[in-house]
């Protein structure tokens, strides 16, 4: 197996690990993986008149943590797919966002809400 396809199926995973724990808090998962012309969020879901866009990092054995990832530039790129996001479902233009992280690392998994703006 190649290292992309390792690191996408690890992704994968991730993501379900995600979407499984955030039904389970009462959150409805809208979409998974949208794709912008600016990058991918990999999931919006929306709970209590607020849509969080969602970005999953899944580690192993890794010392610096997965909310590492989400730099400026990475944020950049998900406000923006935010706004083709809106465009495309205005349904949702009024609700309050959160830009959240789910770092999952050796299979631990921590909610990160409001993590930037």
Known sequence: MSNQ???QEKGN????????????QGFRILTR?????????????????????????NRTGN?????????????????DTVQVYLT???QW??????FDVIEITDGNLEFLENCFY
């Open 5 to 7: 396809a390792f690191n």
């Open 13 to 24: 995973a991730g993501e379900d690990a995600a979407s499984r724990y955030l039904r389970q």
């Open 63 to 79: 010392l610096i943590p997965g909310r590492c990832a989400v730099n400026t530039a990475k944020q950049k790129h998900i406000r």
């Open 93 to 98: 233009a009024d609700y309050l966002m959160s």
């Open 33 to 57: 993986n949208f794709r912008g012309r600016h990058g991918e969020i990999d999931i919006i879901a929306v709970r209590d008149q607020v849509l969080h866009f969602i970005e999953v990092k």
């Open 88 to 90: 495309k479902n205005q």
